[in-house]
């Protein structure tokens, strides 16, 4: 028992103290074309950082990427290929209330790995605006999932944007983004 008293606060404070050992780099020079690189086909480079500045930002953003991937093919595209948003579809109101929880995941995780574009330069300078569109998709999709008012070209115009932005992903910032779809229960 004493043991267990003791390694649990070593461990939690060693967890602290490697979290905080950032290696001092600065991201102001990231945040700071935020808003310029939306109109532009692509990133310019003052907008992009010249070196990356957090650590594993690729691995972290093909993480959040897939999941966000992931989280819209299963509960959002394959019930509405299978015809589940239909009006009168059995099944219709758990996959309205999974497809909007999915959404709001989607987006959650998209945003994070949104940000983690802008700390590497190779994805800053390929996936920047991409990524803010499937993000304001995402956002936008979940909306009209909460309330029910939902469009299905809106649906298959979101799908060909994730679409997109995985070969973007894949072909300009050698970002292999694998899906991994988390369980909604039910």
Known sequence: MFRRVLVLP???????????????KSADNVAAGRGAAASSPAASPSSCPTETTKHFAKTRFAADAGLAF???HRYIWKPYQAGSFKQGA??????????????LFAANRINAARKLIGADPKLCKALKVPAEKVAGMFGSLAAKFKSGQLDPSEIGSVGSAVDGLKSDAKNQAGANIQEKSPNLGG
């Open 10 to 24: 070593v461990l939690l404070l060693a967890l602290v103290a490697a979290s905080g050992c950032g290696g001092g």
């Open 90 to 103: 059995d099944g219709r109101t758990k996959a309205f209330a999974k497809a909007a929880a999915a959404g």
């Open 70 to 72: 992931g989280a819209f």
